[in-house]
Nanobody, 116 residues
Framework: QVQLVESGGGLVQSGGSLRLSCAAS????????MSWHRQAPGKERELVAD????????NYAESVKGRFTISRDNAKNTVYLQMNSLKPDDTAVYYC?????????WGQGTQVTVSS
């Protein structure tokens, strides 16, 4: 069964950085495009970034473009999200998934809180 375990969240001041990790299992990671999503309190979950299976193409939401970088290590079945210049609006629970997202595969997410 698909398992996605996110980690690396925490409390950081505005302008700070965090690196999120997502360990994947239960499917052929190297053949799957992957994505990061986030859900802020009272808002719908939104796609933040996605990456093709061999890292050839990455896409970002306009709100994070130039600040966040998605990457992956197929040997470790892990996808990363480097977040720089964090803003209070980035506060959310962050989730990884395949891309397009598989509805039954959401993990527990990792909380990112950015203080002003």
């Amino acid at each position: 069964q698909v398992q996605l375990v996110e980690s690396g969240g925490g409390l950081v001041q505005s302008g700070g950085s965090l690196r999120l990790s997502c360990a994947a299992s239960g499917f052929t990671f190297g053949r799957s495009d992957m994505s990061w999503h986030r859900q802020a309190p009272g808002k719908e979950r939104e796609l933040v970034a996605d990456i093709t299976r061999f890292s050839a193409v990455t896409n970002y939401a306009e709100s994070v473009k130039g600040r966040f970088t998605i990457s992956r290590d197929n040997a470790k079945n892990t996808v990363y999200l480097q977040m720089n210049s964090l803003k209070p609006d980035d506060t959310a629970v962050y989730y990884c998934n395949q891309h397009p997202a598989a509805s039954g595969s959401w993990g527990q997410g990792t909380q990112v809180t950015v203080s002003s």
